[in-house]
């Protein structure tokens, strides 16, 4: 069976970035939360932090470093 998790090589991220749309992850182990909304057109991520509602431009390997938000808060 073929995994369908992200591929990183030497620092480039190999899947189609698309997929991390929807995601919700936090800015390191006890940041705040922030929902991953769009890619711009640069590649680079599009991020809504929940509670304050602002919108954040993040390059995808520092999003790709972030866990994934199990709680919210």
């Given at each position: ?56 431009i993040c390059e995808i390997r520092d ?11």
């Open positions: 069976m073929q995994s369908h998790g992200f591929k990183e090589a030497n620092a480039t991220f190999q899947s189609d970035p698309r997929r991390l749309i929807g995601q919700v992850r936090r800015f390191g182990d006890a940041g705040p939360a922030y929902e991953i909304i769009a890619l711009d057109e640069t590649n680079k991520v599009v991020a809504e932090v929940i509670y304050s509602g602002e919108r954040v999003v790709l470093e972030d866990p994934m938000a199990e709680t919210i808060p």
